[in-house]
């Protein structure tokens, strides 16, 4: 389990969850019913269990296969851009196929943590 003092990426926040919860925080703060200290610790606290849920409870694996348009690395954090893409799922029933992906993809430990 994380302690206090490790510090999770902020990705999800920019998914719809993330961004829904950073508006109902913005508006209880522009409604002055709480402090920017205290939403920045529910973004906090959001951050650390999406990743510790993704981490423990999801075990489905799936391959893409497609071409790669764009790389790059910068700060200890990889994007791919892949045109074209095809997922197949573990159980090999399922596939999705995609024009565009973007792929993030950070160590398990953030670089201020080494």
Not at 62 to 73: H, I, P, Q
Not at 97 to 111: L, M, Q
């Amino acid at each position: 389990m994380a302690t206090s003092s490790t510090s999770f990426y902020d990705l999800y926040r920019h998914g719809s969850l993330g961004m829904s919860l950073t508006d109902a925080l913005d508006d209880l703060i522009g409604a002055e019913r709480i402090d920017p200290q205290l939403a920045m610790k529910v973004l906090t606290q959001f951050d650390r269990i999406v990743a510790e849920s993704l981490s423990d409870k999801v075990k489905a694996r799936l391959t893409f296969k497609g071409s790669l348009d764009t790389y790059r690395f910068c700060d200890e954090v990889w994007t791919f851009l892949i045109k074209n893409v095809t997922f197949k799922m573990d159980n090999g029933q399922t596939t999705v196929v995609a024009d565009k992906v973007k792929i993030v993809s950070c160590s398990a430990k953030r670089s201020d943590e080494k």
